[in-house]
């Protein structure tokens, strides 16, 4: 029955409870008992309750509230007992309530303190971290600066390195330009050469018509002179002037052009002798030409006012009849001598003379022969190739000494 | 000496016993013309068959002929010069025969006579010698022949020059040693004045010795160069002589292989135009040099090769290619190709526009290729199509290459396509998707992954709709159908 009472029913229950009873109440926690007095100004101060004041009365009133107080003692003994049961009643559970209370609040408390610390906490960890993060931005920073100065200059580098390259390329090692324009010069070179070989082919051919032409024509000369004979006199028309025919046939034409044919003997080659006596004759060729056929017999004096032609070349033709002096000269024979000398001058081949004792080549320098030296330097032909030592091959090291 | 004409069948040997037996004592006999006569018989017995020279050789008769060729006239000298080179042209082993005997000499003191006859007679002898292997040209050298066979080349007379020089070029063929031999005798100066010489056959024995010359070492081939032939060795390019023609190209083949400089001279003084006019106006073996020397310079570096393309060599050489029946001539052909279109994209375009991939192919691929043409002409599509990006030519390689080719081809195409559109819609339209998706390649190989990044330049619809048994697959679709029940 106590348990079911609720605390808020048990306050209404407390303020229904008149003034007079109230005075008998232990104000509450300390449990003091006061003056009837006191006690009447020792009410529980209830809110909205008021106090009465002049004396007199309040004196009938005293004595009016103590009798009906002691009437009612034994029920405020009770009652008393009951109120201070039912205080019992809720003693754990205020206590509890207390006990909450201040849990709570001594929660709250600890929370603030807590929070507290933690806000410290936070603003000293925030400063250490904001610390550690400037100095890290700083370490990032310049490391972000760094890679940019990098990233320039590699780039600038790059952009060296590519002009360079493509310098060193097109100069040095694989010029395009170059390239086309030698294949031009190529293709221009191979048309001349071959337009040049044409004209050189269509040179040859020309000449090699002509010669054919030459020959040709040289042959048929040849012919014509042969058959002379068969030209055709006014009295008998040849066989190439045929009367029906409008035109008389080339070979005609041909044939009166043509000298006859005379076959030559075949010539005897005088011997060209230079002696003193032709000279001084002039009976040169050139001077006096001399043919080997003799004139015919019965031919005809030349009009004219002219001698004789036997005599003529009787004059002409007579030898030279030299003087004594010229004939056989004092000095002959250091002429002859002198003459001797001129003809070994003309034919021989070594002008040394042949000196009897090898003592006398010793201060020679060997010359080599023509045949077996050449442009690039003497051959080695008789020198290394026969004679050529080859001390590997020797039997012995030394050379053999005649016994 | 009519009693023994040279195109007699074959003797048989007793008699030839008898001829020779019957012929040794007439050698020694009092009169010279009987001599010079049976010299002359002896000489056109040997000349016949190698046989009968044995017979000579074996008979006894050289040494007798070694003695009296320094003593005799002019016309016996001639006649057994005649005899010696009449028995040394058939082997090597009568050669050395004739060197044995101490012919050598003898010949070479024939070279200094006045007769140019004797002189042309012994040179001649000399060359046939010399002609055989490198021991016999230099036991020709070691007795003193070079210098007299140069001054043989000044002298007028041009049959004299023309054994001379081939006589030179004999000896210079076998090995640098005698070339450079017979370059410092002064050689070299001579035969380069005589270029210019309007006698045919003369030019082909000139030019076969310089090319004799100058194919053994940088070296010579550069003092060869400097004896200042070129541009007028260009001029016998021209010549209507058709070995002169070839011994020309030889000549600057033979320059031309050895180094990177000295083809870039001879393009810049313009030979490379020349020998591909050259190339065109002549067929069959005539043409071998030229081809070859176009192969050489375009090896040596993508300039040259690009020279090489500007005047219009590769539609010459794609000519050859086609029409020439011989497989040699084929095979240097598709080898100079494959030189040409081996360094860039650029040159790989310029050989395949001119359509000459599928001939090089289908010589691949025919079985009367013999196998040097088949080789060559795989390492030329080869090289070429591994640089080619020109896809209206590597097209046809889709459908008829074999699998090693195909891989090549497939991956030029996974090359090119990711980067140009017009190039993947115009692979798709001339039907070169649908083929790359019937190709079958394991999975993880090389051809495989060339299939997928072309696959992957083309949405997925595309490459589901072109690949293969995409009809079955659509009309299974509609057998499963159910309509809609409405």
């Known amino acids: 029955m106590i348990g079911t009472f609720s605390y808020a029913k048990f306050l209404k229950f407390l303020y229904s409870v008149p003034e007079a009873e109230r005075g008998w109440e232990k104000s509450g926690v300390n449990g003091k008992l006061t003056a009837p007095l006191d006690w009447l100004y020792g009410l529980v101060r209830l809110p909205g309750r008021r106090i009465v004041t002049p004396v007199v009365n309040q004196m009938r009133e005293a004595m009016a509230t103590l009798a009906r107080l002691q009437a009612r003692s034994k029920a405020v003994g009770q009652q008393y007992y009951f109120r201070n049961s039912v205080v019992d009643v809720f003693r754990k559970k205020e206590n509890d309530a207390a006990v909450k209370i201040q849990n709570w609040f001594r929660g709250c408390r600890v929370r603030a303190y807590i929070r507290h610390l933690h806000r410290a906490a936070i603003i000293v960890q925030k400063w250490w971290r904001s610390y550690l993060s400037r100095q890290h931005y700083q370490l990032v920073v310049k490391l972000a600066y760094y890679t940019m100065k990098m990233n320039l200059y590699n780039e600038m580098a790059v952009r060296i390195q590519r002009r360079w390259r493509g310098y060193k390329i097109r100069k040095y090692c694989f010029d395009y330009f170059y390239l086309k324009e030698y294949l031009r010069a190529v293709t221009e070179t191979n048309d001349a050469i071959r337009d040049a070989l044409e004209e050189f082919a269509e040179m040859k051919e020309r000449e090699e018509k002509k010669a054919a032409l030459e020959r040709e024509e040289k042959k048929r000369d040849y012919q014509a002179r042969k058959m002379h004979y068969l030209l055709s006199t006014k009295q008998i028309p040849g066989i190439y002037n045929?009367?029906?025919?409008?035109?008389?046939?080339?070979?005609?034409?041909?044939?009166?052009?043509?000298?006859?044919?005379?076959?030559?003997?075949?010539?005897?080659?005088?011997?060209?002798?230079i002696s003193l006596t032709s000279w001084l004759a002039c009976t040169s060729n050139r001077s006096f030409p001399r043919s080997e056929i003799l004139p015919p017999i019965n031919r005809k004096q030349c009009q004219g006012p002219f001698r004789d032609i036997a005599e003529v070349l009787e004059q002409r033709y007579k030898p030279l009849e030299p003087t004594l002096r010229e004939a056989e000269p004092i000095n002959e024979l250091k002429e002859a001598r002198e003459d001797l000398r001129r003809q070994e001058w003309i034919r021989n081949v070594n002008d040394n003379m042949?000196?009897?004792?090898?003592?006398?080549?010793?201060?020679?320098?060997?010359?080599?022969?023509?045949?077996?030296?050449?442009?690039?330097?003497?051959?080695?032909?008789?020198?290394?190739?026969?004679?050529?030592?080859?001390?590997?091959?020797?039997?012995?090291?030394?050379?053999?000494?005649?016994? | 000496m009519h009693l023994l004409p040279e195109d007699q069948s074959p003797w048989i040997p007793n008699r030839q016993a008898g001829v020779m037996s019957l012929l040794r004592p007439l050698l020694l006999d009092v009169v010279p013309t009987i001599q010079q006569t049976a010299a002359l018989a002896l000489g056109r017995l040997a000349n016949y068959n190698d046989d009968l020279a044995e017979a000579v050789v074996k008979g006894d008769i050289l040494p007798q002929l070694v003695y009296s060729l320094a003593e005799q006239n002019r016309f016996y000298k001639k006649a057994a010069a005649f005899v010696l080179r009449a028995v040394g042209k058939h082997s090597p082993q009568l050669a050395q025969a004739i060197v044995d005997c101490g012919a050598l000499d003898t010949l070479v003191i024939c070279l200094e006579d006045f007769d140019p006859g004797v002189k042309e007679a012994a040179a001649w002898a000399l060359g046939y010698i010399a002609r055989h292997n490198a021991e016999l040209s230099q036991a020709v050298v070691d007795a003193g022949a070079v210098p007299l066979l140069v001054l043989c080349i000044q002298e007028p007379e041009v049959a004299l020059k023309r054994i001379a020089a081939s006589a030179l070029s004999d000896i210079s063929k076998h090995s640098p040693e005698l070339a450079q031999t017979v370059v410092?005798?002064?050689?070299?100066?001579?035969?380069?004045?005589?270029?210019?010489?309007?006698?045919?056959?003369?030019?082909?024995?000139?030019?076969?010795?310089?090319?004799?010359?100058?194919?053994?070492?940088?070296?010579?081939?550069?003092?060869?160069?400097?004896?200042?032939?070129?541009?007028?060795?260009?001029?016998?390019?021209?010549?209507?002589?058709?070995?002169?023609?070839?011994?020309?190209?030889?000549?600057?083949?033979?320059?031309?292989?050895?180094?990177p400089e000295l083809s870039q001279?001879?393009?810049?003084?313009?030979?490379?135009?020349?020998?591909?006019?050259?190339?065109?106006?002549?067929?069959?073996?005539?043409?071998?040099?030229g081809i070859m020397m176009l192969g050489y310079v375009a090896a040596h570096s993508e300039n040259l090769a690009m020279a090489v393309i500007i005047s219009k060599g590769v539609p010459q050489l794609s000519l050859c290619l086609s029409e020439e029946p011989e497989d040699h001539i084929k095979a240097a052909a598709a080898w100079a190709l494959g030189q040409i279109g081996r360094h860039t994209p650029e040159h790989a375009r310029a050989v395949a526009v001119t359509n000459t991939l599928p001939v090089l192919l289908s010589?691949?691929?025919?079985?009367?290729?013999?196998?040097?043409?088949?080789?060559?002409?795989?390492?030329?599509?080869?090289?070429?199509?591994?640089?080619?990006?020109?896809?209206?030519?590597?097209?046809?390689f889709l459908y008829d290459a074999p699998p090693n080719i195909l891989k090549h081809v497939v991956g030029q195409f996974s090359k090119v396509l990711p980067h140009d559109s017009k190039a993947r819609r115009l692979f798709v339209t001339s039907g070169g998707l649908k083929k790359v998706q019937e190709i079958k390649a394991e999975p993880g190989s090389l051809l495989q992954e060339y299939i997928n990044s072309i696959n992957n330049c083309y949405p997925e619809e595309i490459v589901r709709y072109y690949s293969p048994g995409y009809s079955e697959t659509l009309l299974q679709r509609v057998d499963s159908y159910q309509p809609l029940a409405n």
């Not at chain 1, 035109?247 to 034409?253: I, R």
């Not at chain 1, 075949?266 to 011997?271: A, G, I, N, T």
């Not at chain 1, 330097?377 to 004679?387: D, I, K, L």
Request: aromatic residues 6%; charged residues 25%.
């Open chain 1, 354 to 403: 042949f000196l009897p004792f090898s003592s006398y080549h010793k201060n020679e320098k060997y010359v080599p022969s023509m045949h077996s030296s050449s442009k690039y330097g003497p051959n080695s032909y008789g020198c290394q190739r026969f004679r050529d030592e080859n001390p590997k091959k020797w039997i012995c090291p030394k050379a053999v000494e005649p016994c």
């Open chain 2, 363 to 396: 010589l691949y691929m025919s079985t009367e290729s013999s196998e040097d043409l088949q080789v060559k002409s795989k390492k030329a599509i080869k090289s070429i199509l591994q640089k080619c990006t020109y896809l209206p030519a590597l097209e046809p």
């Open chain 2, 265 to 289: 001279l001879i393009v810049n003084a313009g030979g490379v135009a020349a020998v591909i006019d050259c190339i065109g106006s002549c067929k069959g073996n005539i043409r071998l040099p």
């Open chain 2, 184 to 259: 410092d005798a002064g050689a070299i100066a001579h035969l380069a004045q005589m270029i210019l010489n309007p006698d045919a056959k003369l030019k082909r024995q000139i030019l076969s010795a310089l090319s004799q010359i100058a194919k053994h070492s940088v070296d010579l081939a550069e003092m060869v160069v400097e004896a200042e032939i070129f541009p007028v060795v260009l001029t016998c390019l021209k010549d209507k002589d058709e070995y002169v023609k070839k011994n020309a190209s030889t000549l600057i083949r033979e320059i031309a292989k050895h180094t």
């Open chain 1, 242 to 273: 045929s009367p029906f025919r409008k035109d008389p046939d080339p070979w005609e034409l041909r044939l009166q052009k043509a000298k006859p044919l005379t076959h030559q003997r075949p010539r005897v080659k005088q011997k060209h002798s």
